[in-house]
């Protein structure tokens, strides 16, 4: 079956570099949510789309930015990169907005900040 | 947003089953329970979820008390597979979504 499809798999970049991961949901799943998880810490919820428009915000700084395209693809895009920023960016994608709807992940971009 | 209470840890021995407690004493009446896991740089992976009933899937079962309050995941014989973070996540519509709020998961580790 099709997973979600995350790109590059790892990058590396320096302070200040920009960055831009990206997401290729499932078929036929209209919902896009990213994650961000530093080392030891648990998932972040960043930022949601449903059908291409922003649908909810959460702790995502104001240096980064994402869309969703008409494709149903998301890309996060990430500037004036902190060392901080240094963590793994796992999208998620799921059918038709619902409680019971489960979301799947993708293998998730392990972002390095040198 | 409604909060979920894990223990951090759980050892278990291999080929035994393994209760993963949850307490969610905020849950709301639409609330969904949700559990995944998540193993070492992996993105986490659905196990199950339930409202009001108990549930049962082929990788695990979930019981919910009767006043919801609390949920307990089962693994019914655990294998070194099965060695990972579990989280427990109460789905509702928050703020324009139904984004999921991680806890701090439950570090299951399993003995051979």
């Known amino acids: 079956a099709a997973g979600v499809i995350q790109s590059p798999r790892h990058l590396i970049k320096e302070k200040r570099e920009t960055a831009t991961l990206k997401c290729y949901p499932i078929p036929r799943h209209d919902t896009v949510y990213w994650y961000q998880q530093g080392p030891g810490q648990d998932p972040q919820f960043l930022i949601s789309f449903y059908e291409k428009m922003q649908s909810d915000k959460g702790s995502i700084p104001d240096r980064f930015s994402a869309q969703q395209f008409s494709d149903y693809h998301s890309e996060l895009n990430m500037s004036s990169l902190e060392l901080g920023d240094s963590a793994l960016y796992f999208c998620?994608?799921?059918?038709?907005?619902?409680?019971?709807?489960?979301?799947?992940f993708g293998p998730g971009t392990r972002l390095t900040v040198l | 947003d409604a909060k979920t209470t894990q223990p951090n840890s759980m050892e278990s021995n291999e080929e035994e089953p393994v209760h993963l407690p949850c307490n969610h004493s905020t849950i709301s009446g639409t609330d969904y329970i949700h559990w995944y896991r998540q193993l070492p740089s992996q993105g986490p992976e659905y196990v199950i979820h339930g409202l009001t009933s108990n549930v049962n899937n082929r990788m695990a079962s979930l019981a919910i008390a009767e006043d919801r309050k609390s949920s307990t995941l089962i693994l019914h014989r655990a294998t070194l597979r099965d060695a990972a973070v579990y989280y427990c996540?109460?789905?509702?519509?928050?703020?324009?979504?139904?984004?999921?709020?991680f806890g701090t998961g439950t570090r299951l580790k399993v003995l051979a």
């Open positions: 996540i109460l789905r509702g519509f928050t703020s324009g979504t139904y984004k999921y709020i």
């Open positions: 998620a994608s799921s059918q038709p907005q619902g409680p019971y709807n489960e979301q799947f």
